[in-house]
């Protein structure tokens, strides 16, 4: 579990936190876990996300468990910086979806004395790495790797294998979608997908 160094950061200067997994994983949950902290401690918070992202309801920030916190949708990463100007602690969730500005505004909101945590998936279906996360888990100072349980065999898990042949990057919802899954179960899905006979032209 992470422990937060510092709560109150902003009185010493900004960090980047990212906490980065597979789905199920409980991303959002740690996210939101912090961000509940930052209440408590009366700070300033406020989470925002990519539009993309409609699975539940438009403002909300929904974790698997269902707790709620309040969310901002934001056309695009530049956008937070305007909206979370009084903000102490920022929260970014699903931040896969941003483009590559999202590494340019985090390092903005931290230099100018901001708690920035970054909630995202790592990997996408292909186990390929995510938008702006390899850059973002460099410019952070912590990095959080959470996992799932390997839907095959009980390990850690840390792909999201998508069940259906879809080659689009992103589809979103979750359960009948994708299954999280090790690195050797993921490895031999995608192996004897490989070798199913293709029906229609490759
Ligand atoms: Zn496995």
Redesign the pocket.
């Known amino acids: 579990m992470f422990l937060e160094n510092n709560l109150s950061s902003s009185k010493l200067g900004g960090c980047i936190e990212v906490v980065t997994g597979s789905m199920f994983s409980g991303k959002t949950e740690e996210l939101i876990r912090r961000i509940r902290r930052a209440e408590i401690a009366k700070q300033n918070v406020g989470i925002y996300k990519p539009k993309i992202d409609k699975r539940y309801s438009e403002n909300d920030v929904v974790s698997h468990d269902s707790k709620i916190v309040s969310a901002i949708p934001v056309q695009s990463a530049k956008d937070i910086i305007e909206l979370a100007k009084d903000n102490e602690v920022v929260g970014i969730d699903e931040a896969q979806f941003f483009d590559d500005d999202l590494v340019d505004v985090c390092n903005y909101l931290a230099n100018n004395g901001k708690r920035v945590i970054v909630a995202a998936l790592d990997m996408d279906f292909a186990g390929k790495p995510f938008g702006p996360l390899p850059q973002l888990m460099s410019i952070a100072e912590y990095v959080t790797k959470v996992h799932a349980i390997?839907?095959?065999?009980?390990?850690l898990?840390n792909y999201s294998h998508r069940l259906s042949d879809a080659q689009k990057l992103v589809i979103l919802g979750e359960k009948d979608v994708y299954e999280p899954?090790?690195?050797?179960?993921?490895t031999k899905a995608i192996d004897d997908k490989n070798k199913e006979p293709k029906l229609f032209n490759q």
């Open positions: 390997c839907m095959q065999c009980g390990n898990a899954l090790c690195r050797s179960c993921f």
